[in-house]
C-alpha cells in the first residue's frame, strides 16, 4: 500500500493519498487545498484517482474538491449526513470565510460499515458522529485515518454546526479504542499517533 500523509491550505488540514501498488489505482482523501500539490502526488507516484473519499464536509478538508474532481474524474464519496454541506457555504462553514463555497452532490452517500475498493485495498467506513454529524473514519490495514474525530493528544471540536462532544467521546470509545493498541492513527490535522498512546495519554479520553 501507498500511503502519502501532507497539509494543505491556511489551516494546514491533512490530505492523505491512499493507492494499491499492485494495479496502481488511488483515492484522495479530503483535498482541502493546493489542487496542484495533490496532483503531484499522484503523478509523483503513478496513480490513478478512481474516487475522493471526505471524512466530513468542512471547508478545509473540501476547498480542492472541484478542481482535483475535474482533473481526475474521480467519483467523490461522503457520508449520507454531511451529504448536505457540499452544496450548502453555511453549514460547510465557508461562508464565515467570505468564500461561498457550493460543490455539486456527491456521487455516493456512505453509510457505516460500507467498504471502499481502491484496487485491491479495502477501506472499511466507520461513521463517527461529533465533529460533524456524518464524520468517518476509514481503516485500511493496521492504518486509521480519523478525519477531525481523533488527534494525537486531542479530539475534534463540537462547538460547531451538527457537533456534539458527548457523541463524539462516545464514537471515538465505542468504535476506535477497541482496535488494537498497535493501530496506527492519521488525523485531520497533525502527526500520526495510535490507538495505544491515545488511551494511555490523551486527556479528552
Not at 92 to 104: I, K, R, V, W
Not at 197 to 205: A, D
Amino acid at each position: 500500500m501507498i500511503l502519502e500523509r501532507f497539509p494543505v491550505g491556511m489551516m494546514g488540514a491533512n490530505c492523505y493519498i491512499i493507492g494499491c501498488e499492485e494495479t496502481k489505482e488511488a483515492c484522495v482523501i479530503d483535498p482541502g487545498d493546493e489542487d496542484k500539490k495533490i496532483l503531484s502526488k499522484l503523478v509523483k507516484h503513478g496513480l490513478t484517482c478512481r474516487y475522493i473519499v471526505l471524512t466530513h464536509g468542512h471547508v478545509d478538508h473540501i476547498g480542492a474538491l472541484e478542481q482535483v474532481q475535474k482533473a481526475t474524474g474521480a467519483r467523490v464519496l461522503i457520508h449520507r449526513d454531511d451529504a448536505d454541506m457540499l452544496t450548502n457555504p453555511a453549514k460547510n462553514l465557508s461562508s464565515f470565510m467570505g468564500l461561498q463555497m457550493q460543490f455539486e452532490p456527491a456521487d455516493v452517500k456512505l453509510g457505516d460499515k460500507d467498504v471502499i475498493e481502491v484496487g485491491k485495498l479495502k477501506l472499511e467506513v466507520i461513521h463517527t458522529p461529533g465533529h460533524t454529524p456524518g464524520g468517518i473514519c476509514l481503516k485500511t490495514g493496521d492504518c486509521l485515518i480519523t478525519g477531525d474525530t481523533l488527534f494525537a493528544g486531542s479530539v475534534g471540536r463540537s462547538d460547531f454546526p451538527g457537533g456534539s462532544h458527548s457523541q463524539l467521546i462516545a464514537s471515538i470509545k465505542n468504535k476506535l479504542l477497541n482496535f488494537p493498541d498497535n493501530t496506527r492513527v492519521f488525523s485531520g490535522h497533525g502527526p500520526e499517533t495510535s490507538i495505544g498512546t491515545e488511551k494511555r495519554t490523551n486527556p479528552f479520553l
